[in-house]
């Protein structure tokens, strides 16, 4: 479940000289009433899908088995990332958003540069991830996300080891707090930046909005709102469900959800994450099997995935998503891989690839279903700390056709 210190990284690092830097965080204006928008960039990375779907089933099953919070990241074809300061002045980093990991940390592929307002903790961060640790110091800086989201004191990992960064920076972790238990080796759990966000009162509560666009679409950004939801950005009402009662699920955003093709039912109402650092949609492999035979797709060596006809495409069903007694609906359009980056997956021009994949095990784990990009770019999510519970609302995107 939560990330662990590695033992015998932390007894060498532990036989360092700490040193502390006394720092004071300049002034800036802050307000606590409306919510306050970060926005993403989008880049596509062309390491073909075989890497996506093995990456991704790494992720899942390392938090079935709880050895760790989540993996490289470097295997997704869609990563979204947002360019956030350190220090005062600050700093600009590239880091990953990813709702399935907390801790907050840079220094990948870029020095930490250190100004009046950096200080060593004296603590050692590790966060364990599927294809290596991140091991480094933990500081507490001023990290500036825009000029409406600044934060005095973040709890900040200064990596000096990790693995597969492929030129981003670090990781903006924004999953629950308790992911951080035992990834500092001197502090019980670090505040990640929403808890520092409301704690400080630059927002008002302790949500935070979701939204990404198809990729096949003109809008091909993100963004985040801090302090709560772009309403904007929705057609409809926002449904909240609980975070489910289901170990692991529930260590993370975890739901419980039902999923139907058609009219038939392929997956009980069982417990799953929603995950912006996962690509696809994975369901446990009973339900996989259910699906693959509805679909007639057949599993494709280049890339991966379940690959279909053109005269199956025609056929699919759409897919049901019943969530708190909501069911949201993702089409047959939303089923299949943006044809325009068939390349970037190593698939041929005019194949059709389904972006549902197995978790690689049975049902009754409880993280029966992973909820990935192609999921939040259909549906607006909204990931609710104070209550403890998620929200979903339809978008303009909901029963886009530009797949």
């Not at 825009?146 to 972790?173: C, P, T, W």
């Not at 025609?314 to 007694?325: C, E, P, R």
């Not at 029966?368 to 995107?397: H, I, K, M, P, W």
């Amino acid at each position: 479940m939560a990330p662990s210190i590695s033992l015998s990284s932390l007894l060498a690092l532990l036989a360092l000289a700490f040193f502390s830097l006394s720092a004071s965080a300049l002034p800036h204006p802050r307000t606590a009433s409306s919510p306050a928008t970060l926005k993403l960039a989008v880049r596509i990375n062309s390491y073909g899908t075989r890497n996506i779907v093995a990456a991704d089933r790494a992720r899942i099953q390392a938090r079935q088995t709880g050895s760790s919070s989540s993996i490289s990241v470097t295997n997704d074809v869609m990563l979204y990332t947002a360019d956030i300061g350190v220090g005062n002045p600050p700093t600009y980093y590239t880091v990953l958003v990813d709702t399935g990991s907390s801790n907050t940390w840079i220094g990948a592929n870029k020095a930490y540069e250190k100004t009046a307002t950096s200080h060593d903790t004296g603590g050692i961060f590790c966060v364990a991830y599927g294809s290596g640790n991140v091991i480094g110091e933990e500081y507490t800086d001023t990290v500036t996300l825009n000029s409406d989201l600044v934060i005095d004191n973040q709890s900040i990992g200064i990596a000096f080891e990790y693995s597969g960064m492929n030129g981003l920076n670090g990781i903006l972790g924004l999953g629950p707090v308790d992911l951080t238990l035992g990834t500092v080796s001197n502090t019980y759990q670090v505040a990640t930046v929403t808890d520092n966000l409301y704690k400080q009162g630059t927002i008002g509560s302790e949500v935070l909005g979701v939204f990404f666009a198809p990729a096949s679409s003109s809008d091909s950004s993100g963004e985040l709102t801090f302090g709560g939801y772009n309403a904007s950005k929705i057609t409809g009402d926002v449904s909240y469900v609980p975070i489910t009662s289901t170990s692991p699920a529930s260590g993370y955003w975890g739901i419980d959800q039902s999923i139907s093709y058609g009219s038939t039912l392929i997956l009980d109402e069982t417990a799953g994450i929603v995950d912006t650092g996962t690509t696809l949609i994975y369901i446990a492999s009973d339900a996989f099997n259910k699906y693959q035979s509805a679909t007639g797709g057949t599993l494709d060596e280049a890339t991966d995935l379940l690959k279909i006809s053109s005269d199956q495409y025609d056929q699919l069903s759409s897919l049901y998503f019943t969530i708190g007694g909501v069911t949201y609906e993702l089409t047959p359009n939303a089923q299949i891989w943006p044809r325009s980056l068939n390349s970037a997956i190593g698939g041929t021009t005019d194949g059709i690839y389904l972006i549902v994949s197995s978790t690689g095990s049975s049902s009754g784990s409880g993280d029966d279903f992973t909820n990935g990009y192609c999921f939040l770019e259909r549906f607006y999510s909204v990931f609710d700390t104070a209550n403890s519970q998620l929200g979903f609302a339809t978008t303009q995107y909901t029963y886009a056709t530009t797949n």
